[in-house]
């Protein structure tokens, strides 16, 4: 059923592409389509010990595929790794469909059918074996993307996306390449990389171009322009679920195809070879530049594309340790991530659908309004912001034990202050969007946006009651590896330096909400409207010029202190490489001067210079 | 078993209902204190406790909607369980079942809650206030975070548990000269977890009408205050655990009882001492602006803390 | 324990500790600070100045009150929560003081909200503050302070009031006139 | 299977379109009919060819009489055959487009045909005098169809063509005079077999008069001045056919050159920098380029260099890499030129417009699984297996160049007001985009030929 898969993907694509005039049918084929993928994880969950029911596995999935296509060969295979990463997507990848049923409108076939090869670019890549497959699927996924980015009408984010999509797809063809050139194979399994600094410089080059894809700084730059600029659903599945393959990728290569000994060549500090300590480096970096700059946000779509840049930036580090504690912990984040950026993307999706407005300071007050919208949002926020009552904590915990762990002084408070900065911004989403004053009169969202919502909030309730439950499937990746799983009991995570046992926090919650409950009955309440409200003794009767939310410039001070260091920094870099692109340009151009006699001397002048140099000289 | 859970409940209990007749203690002593360097005679020092009964007699309690609600509850329900989360005097209840890094996120459960409800109320004071203590926090917590990773990795250890155990027989942290260092940074980021002078912005009655409490009343602010006090005694035992061995002074399985009763008694003397210096500073000084705040505590203790860190960074090798 | 201990101990608790809100508009805001200074040190009862009516317990109001400035009072007053007592401060509150011939300044304060308490004198010194606080308590530990409970009964009494204070063309004030008639 | 002529190939057309007039007599409106059912025709043709000689390979055939070396001869071999089709099934293809316009130009038709045939003609020549006669015949219908829009540009674009193209052929001819001088031959066959006998100089000099004049064709840096005019003076199906027809032709001539006529190490040399220079350049001059007909001339200016560079690698996986890529430039670029007529805005809107352009510049750029990828990715293979990093980084860093200014590209396609294309133009970049997604997705069917004709370009053979 595998290789079916794919043509299923395709046919449905083309399917839906025909369906473009009736959005509901084309959004049934595509959550009917995209189901595979879900079904083919259930056949293969044995693979990482896990036992589910025959029958929820409704077909039969091939783990091995391998055929030769013209020269090459096609080698799809199922891995721990690639089950983890496909678990993130498949599940993610149907409810963002679910979403867009009410959510996407305009031109609804061409949304699916680059939905559809979006997916099927992610599943080819997470069952790759070789380079070359690699390469194909990647590159698929990748440009399906960009038909995506094509539909939001945006320079900035065409330009970005292509431009860096090519930078990453040229990184790691020259690394790809690299690798080929030192072990003359394509394939995963028969590589056997040498320790040369040529070897070095492919997997940088290819570590790298994952890098774009997982928007670390500096790579960063198209990140914020498409995420902001593009239809939520797709935005929800680009930053929860594609964005991890670019981790997915660093691990693979990282690991899989280079080992830790590989990089321990270079010498290693603190028990951490020098390569991953600066990935480490840069991925601390990211998660404290990345929460700075989602603090000055005011668009709600640019605040949550810092916010995943940043929150990415904590995979990076744990994939950068690469200890096993760290790696557990990059996965977790990585999953974490997954379900609660994509619920938070998707929450502003429904407020936009509802309210039409992107920025903060124009909403407000759709707590009470949006009452399970808000509640879905809260749930993900307190994810993002790791607090210790969603599965959040559990990830982050893990990464600061693996930092520490190794004792990297330097490293762990950037990441620390960068979790406090998470909760200013987490913060500015809820009070600028949910809190504060009422000042757009609508309803609730659409249930197939809240049911979208609410089934990915989900694993966020169920992974912090039992955080074992992740270490269990990811403890076949690390033995794929040859690392020592982490050890745990469904809610005890146990490590070298402390536990961690969620139910004892769960209960504790439990029992002090349960005494603040009790306080707080005691007495009977009225409940006033809002505008019944302390400010200079009067509510403003006139909306139009008196507002009551303090939502714009919300971080004003903030700004004022790190604005001038952060705002725009990477992506002036970045605009002084284009410049000096454009001035090589403008030479190039200069050349062609559009004078026939000119053209004329030239082609004289070449072939006295090749007389010259070959006869004469 | 049974008996052993409902025993353990009680104990918990217990732990939280004390901790909240100290945070309550806590606030008629820093009135009283204050008003004796202003030259006043002062409340008595129950007035704390005749405050919340009075907060919680009130007739009518205004609410602005459930979400509104969710602050008192999340604020007095996280800080409880922050405590519960801490060696006291030597006793650990549930500090082995998390670490230091667990503490400092379930100090945000009430910060995060309270925040929530004062954004409910839709006024913009409270708003204003909650982006100026929150900035604080980003503030304190680099100097706070730069010195306890420094002692986590010195000792090796991340559970506070531990490190109060490492401490015991008088090896307090204080008496390690990096350390010492370390004591006087993160006192100075005290002063800013308890919102004391200088860094009492957030909450500034004159400017922003008390900031993020300015729509609560009866039993919301009630609750607010029992937060506030707990919060105290908290934020203290947090920093006595971390330099001073938690209080520990007699080892339990020498003298028994006798040796809960007087770490008890030293962990107290020690807790009211930290804050006592608190006071002693909030008592004269006039109040930073927020960027100022700020920029004090990234310029000048991130960097003494920077230096600790290297000085750690050359003492300690893997 | 029955319902009127518990209100007894409620009473006798709530009047050490009890916070105020100022409404200043007068001159007579300058006796507050020497008594809440180290001189006379209100803090000594528990008193304590609160920033906004939420939060506190007494309106203390201190000078004369222009009829636009009596609508942001009961506003005030409105917002605060039960149990709340009321300080009128100065004649003015009483008879208006100095402005007595005013067109634009109310006379007798209690005509709009009820007043516990009122402080003669023009202005009070700082003593008579301190006696009229401890005048409250004792009115409040012996069930006499009740303003609050007034202010519900008369509700439609006060806010008559309020309306004739508010009203400024002849019409509005013919409306209530009719009103009453009802 | 019927064995045809492969003479017929070039007969056909070129009679045809003599007859154009009359039936242009006729009925005007029927030439457009006429011409594409021809052009129909000689695709069929070409196909069957093509099957023949992947059959039973190289096809010979004698002309007039005479036995070679005098006579002529017409030797289609694998790369020729492949690009026959090429050039005869993307003819009519292109033609397609002209349906919609208003205009009924006979003269447009007949020198539509006659390119045709003669760009063939070179591809299945097997005489060197034989391939001069086809560029001239290219080159002046190509002058024609340059200046047929009537505008200014046009003329222009014309002139820059003539002059340029007639230096050219004065240079091939030069190459020609000097080998007939010293060998009298110029079968292809027999000037590889005797060039050693030539002396160092003389082999060398119609080495580099030859270069020098069908690099004019070939669109290669320094010699294509004319191209950027050209292309933007011309209509955008003119554009298109001189991607697909002369310039194939003219690198499909450098092939033979470097590979059966003078075989020499530094002739290799020689074109991998040719290669260089023309990719490097061509992609910078595009990146600020505001006009996009102008910048597709420049886009085609770098793929030619591409092409170039895999062709002097002298391997058999290059070689497949350079079939690769000429056969998806020749499909994207037709693509791009038909598509973006009027191209200032609002195209894009269209899906059935938006889907092939895009298609076209995915290719271009190198996207799997899209000719252009497998053509890049064979080359950079070859370029690895030789550790040739240098010339894997220029190209990395043209194809990020590509990257940003096709970008700019279709974000000008997105905004503006809303514009369309004629059923016809819609219809022939829908089957051109048909036919780049099947050669994507079943490389096979294109890669076995192409080793074919690696192997026999490799082996000395046509």
């Not at chain 1, 399906?144 to 094509?150: G, K, M, T």
């Not at chain 2, 009763?261 to 002693?280: M, P, R, S």
Request: aromatic share 14%.
């Amino acid at each position: 059923m595998l290789m079916e898969t794919f043509y299923a993907f395709i046919i449905g694509s083309l399917v839906v592409l025909a369906l473009n005039r009736f959005p509901r049918i084309a959004a049934v084929v595509a959550i009917a389509v995209s189901l595979l993928p879900l079904f083919a994880l259930i056949y293969w969950a044995p693979l990482v010990g896990l036992t589910l029911p025959s029958y929820l596995s409704l077909l039969r999935f091939e783990t091995e595929i391998s055929y030769a296509l013209g020269p090459g060969t096609i080698l799809l295979q199922i891995t721990p790794l690639g089950w983890f990463f496909l678990f993130l997507l498949a599940t993610t990848f149907p409810l963002v469909l679910l979403f867009a049923s009410s959510f996407v409108r305009d031109n609804a076939g061409g949304f699916y059918a680059s939905m559809l090869l979006t997916m099927l670019g992610s599943f080819g890549v997470l069952l790759a074996r070789d380079m070359l497959t690699f390469f194909i699927f990647w590159e698929i996924m990748s440009w399906s993307i960009l038909a995506l980015v094509l539909r939001g009408h945006d320079r900035r984010a065409i330009v970005s996306y292509l431009a860096f999509g090519s930078l990453s797809a040229m990184l790691l063809l020259f690394g790809f390449m690299i690798l080929y050139y030192k072990t003359g194979t394509f394939l995963f399994g028969e590589m056997a990389l040498e320790a040369t600094p040529l070897t070095l410089a492919g997997i940088s080059m290819i570590v790298a171009g994952f890098a774009v894809k997982g928007a670390l700084m500096p790579l960063h730059v198209w990140a914020p322009h498409v995420y902001s600029r593009s239809e939520e659903p797709f935005v929800a599945f680009l930053s929860g679920g594609l964005s991890k393959l670019g981790y997915f990728g660093m691990i693979l290569f990282m690991y899989g195809v280079a080992t830790v000994p590989f990089f321990a060549t270079w010498g290693t500090f603190r028990g951490v070879p020098y390569f991953g300590y600066a990935l480490a480096v840069i991925g601390a970096f990211t998660a404290f530049a990345g929460t700075v700059l989602a603090i000055m946000q005011d668009d709600l779509r640019k605040l949550l594309a810092y916010s995943s840049i940043g929150q990415l930036g904590y995979v990076a580090i744990g994939i950068g340790i690469g200890t096993p504690l760290a790696l557990t912990g990059a996965l977790f984040q990585a999953l974490n991530h997954t379900f609660f950026k994509a619920v938070l993307f998707l929450a502003a999706g429904a407020v936009y659908y509802r309210t039409g407005r992107w920025k903060i300071s124009e909403l407000g007050g759709l707590g009470y309004k949006m009452p399970f919208t808000f509640l879905a949002a809260l749930f993900a926020i307190f994810a993002l912001a790791s607090i210790p009552i969603t599965s959040g904590f559990a990830a982050k915990w893990l990464l600061y034990e693996a930092a520490i762990e190794q004792g990297f002084l330097f490293v762990t408070p950037i990441m620390l202050i960068a979790g406090v900065g998470a909760f200013l911004y987490a913060y500015k989403i809820l009070y600028g969007v949910f809190l504060g004053e009422p000042r757009h009169d609508v309803r609730e969202a659409p249930l197939s946006q809240l049911v979208a919502m609410w089934i990915l909030v989900l694993p966020l309730v169920v992974f912090l009651v039992f955080p074992g439950w992740v270490l269990d499937i990811t403890s076949p990746i690390l033995q794929e590896y040859g690392m020592q799983p982490v050890a745990h009991t469904p809610y005890v995570i146990t490590t070298n330096l402390a536990a961690y046992n969620t139910i004892a926090v769960i209960l504790a919650l439990i029992g002090t909400l349960f005494l603040a409950l009790i306080l707080y009955k005691w007495k009977p309440q009225k409940v006033v409207p809002h505008e019944d409200n302390y400010l200079a003794g009067e509510p403003p009767e006139n909306y139009e010029y008196i507002s009551m939310h303090a939502a714009s410039n919300y971080y004003e001070p903030f700004e004022d202190v790190f604005g001038g260091i952060f705002r725009k920094g990477a992506e002036r870099g970045w605009e002084i490489v284009l410049a000096g692109a454009e001035f090589l340009s403008n030479g190039a151009r200069r050349i062609y001067t559009g004078l026939t006699e000119d053209y004329s001397i030239y082609i004289l002048l070449f072939f006295l210079v090749l007389v010259g140099w070959w006869l004469l000289w | 078993m049974v008996i052993e859970i409902i025993e353990k409940i009680l104990l918990l209990s217990g732990m939280v209902a004390l901790g909240f007749i100290i945070g309550m203690f806590f606030n008629g002593f820093a009135r009283k204190v204050t008003a004796r360097i202003h030259n006043r005679v002062g409340p008595p020092i129950y007035q704390g406790y005749l405050d919340v009964f009075k907060l919680f007699a009130k007739k009518t309690n205004i609410s602005h909607g459930w979400i509104f609600d969710l602050a008192a509850l999340f604020s007095v329900a996280g800080i409880a369980l922050a405590f519960l989360f801490l060696p006291v005097a030597g006793i650990s209840l549930l500090s082995t079942e998390g670490d230091l890094f667990l503490i400092l996120y379930l100090l945000a459960i009430p910060a995060l809650g309270f925040a929530l409800g004062a954004g409910a109320s839709g006024n913009p004071n409270a708003a204003v206030g909650i982006m100026r203590a929150l900035m604080l926090m980003l503030a304190y917590e680099l100097p706070l975070v730069m010195v306890i990773v420094a002692m986590m990795v010195h000792y090796n250890t991340t559970s506070l548990a531990t490190l109060v155990q490492m401490q015991s027989n008088f090896k307090w942290a204080l008496f390690v000269p990096q350390f010492f260092i370390g004591a006087i940074i993160v006192d100075m980021a005290l002063q800013g977890m308890l919102m004391e002078k200088p860094f009492d912005i957030a909450i500034a009655p004159h400017e922003i009408a008390s900031g993020p409490m300015v729509e609560f009343g009866g039993k919301h602010l009630g609750a607010l205050m029992l937060y506030k006090m707990m919060a105290i005694v908290v934020e203290t035992t947090l920093f006595v655990d971390l330099f001073l061995g938690g209080g520990v002074v007699l080892s339990v399985e020498q003298y028994g009882w006798i040796a809960y009763l007087v770490n008890f008694l030293v962990w107290f003397a020690l807790i009211t001492f930290v804050f006592f210096l608190a006071l002693l500073i909030n008592a004269v000084f006039p109040r930073f602006r927020i960027e100022q705040a700020l920029k004090f505590y990234w310029k000048y203790d991130a960097l003494a803390a920077l230096l600790l860190l290297i000085w750690v960074y050359a003492g300690v090798s893997i | 324990m029955r319902n009127e201990d518990w209100k007894k101990i409620s009473r006798l608790v709530s009047k050490r500790s009890l916070w105020m809100v100022h409404f200043c508009t007068g001159c007579g805001a300058m006796e507050m600070p020497p008594v809440m200074t180290s001189r006379y040190d209100m803090e000594r009862f528990g008193m304590h100045a609160m920033a906004t009516p939420r939060q506190a317990d007494i309106l203390l109001i201190t000078g004369y009150l222009a009829v636009k400035t009596l609508k942001r009072v009961v506003q005030v007053y409105e917002q605060m929560q039960d149990p709340k007592y009321v300080i009128g401060f100065g004649s003015c509150t009483i008879n208006g003081g100095m402005y007595w011939d005013s067109y634009n300044t109310i006379k007798d304060l209690s005509k709009y909200i009820p007043v516990d308490l009122y402080i003669a004198g023009c202005m009070p010194r700082p003593e008579a503050i301190m006696d009229a606080f401890l005048k409250l308590m004792d009115m409040i530990d012996k069930g006499e302070a009740i303003g609050w409970k007034k202010y519900r009964k008369y509700y439609d009494q006060y806010k008559r009031n309020q309306r004739m204070a508010f009203a400024y063309r002849l019409d509005e004030v013919k409306e209530i006139k009719e009103d009453d008639a009802k | 299977m019927v064995a045809l002529p492969p003479v017929l190939l070039i007969a056909l057309p070129l009679l045809f379109a003599f007859l154009a007039p009359l039936v242009g007599m006729v009925s005007r409106r029927m030439v457009k009919l006429y011409t594409l059912l021809v052009l129909i025709l000689n695709a069929l043709l070409s196909i069957l060819l093509f099957i023949n000689v992947m059959a039973n390979g190289v096809v010979y055939e004698q002309l007039s009489g005479f036995y070679p070396p005098v006579g002529i001869l017409l030797s289609v071999g694998y790369l020729g055959a492949i690009l026959a089709v090429l050039i005869n099934v993307l003819s009519p293809v292109v033609y397609l487009s002209y349906f919609g316009e208003a205009e009924n130009s006979v003269k447009f038709s007949m020198l539509y045909m006659l390119v045709t045939a003669s760009s063939t003609g070179i591809v299945i020549t097997g005489d060197l005098f034989n391939m001069f006669v086809f560029f001239e015949i290219t080159a002046v219908g190509s002058y024609g169809l340059v200046a047929s829009l009537r505008t200014k540009e046009a003329f222009e674009g014309s002139f820059k063509y003539i002059v340029l193209g007639s230096i050219g052929s004065a240079f091939i001819l030069m190459g020609i005079a000097t080998i007939y001088g010293y060998l009298k031959t110029l079968n292809f066959y027999d000037i590889a077999l005797r060039i050693d006998t030539m002396p160092e100089t003389a082999r060398l000099m119609s080495f580099i008069f030859l270069i020098v004049g069908i690099g004019v064709e070939a669109e290669i840096f320094p010699l294509n001045g004319w191209v950027p005019d050209a292309y933007q003076g011309a209509s955008n199906r003119v554009a298109s056919f001189l991607s697909v027809g002369p310039s194939k032709a003219g690198i499909y001539a450098i092939a033979r050159l470097i590979f059966t006529l003078i075989p020499i190490m530094s002739g290799f040399e020689l074109s991998l920098l040719l290669g260089i220079f023309t990719l490097v350049v061509g992609e910078l001059a595009a990146l600020r380029q505001r006009d996009v007909k102008r910048m597709l001339a420049y886009s085609s200016i770098g793929q030619m260099g591409l092409i170039l560079i895999a062709l002097s690698l002298h391997s058999e996986t290059a070689l497949v890499a350079a079939v690769f890529l000429m056969v998806g430039h020749a499909l994207a670029k037709s693509i791009l030129f038909i598509g973006s007529r009027d191209y200032s805005g609002g195209l894009l809107r269209n899906p059935l417009i938006a889907g092939p352009l895009f298609l076209g510049v995915l290719s271009i750029v190198g996207m799997p699984p899209f000719p252009g990828f497998w053509g890049k990715w064979y080359l950079m293979v070859d370029l690895a297996s030789r550790g040739a990093w240098t010339i894997i980084l220029l190209i990395v860093f043209t194809a990020i160049v590509e990257g940003v200014y096709y970008s700019r590209y279709l974000f000008r396609g997105l905004n503006g007001e809303i514009r369309t294309l004629t059923k016809s133009e819609i219809a022939s970049i829908i089957i051109l985009a048909s036919i780049l997604i099947l050669i994507g997705l079943f490389p096979q069917y294109l890669y076995d030929p192409a080793v074919m004709a690696a192997r026999s370009l490799l082996g000395g053979g046509p």
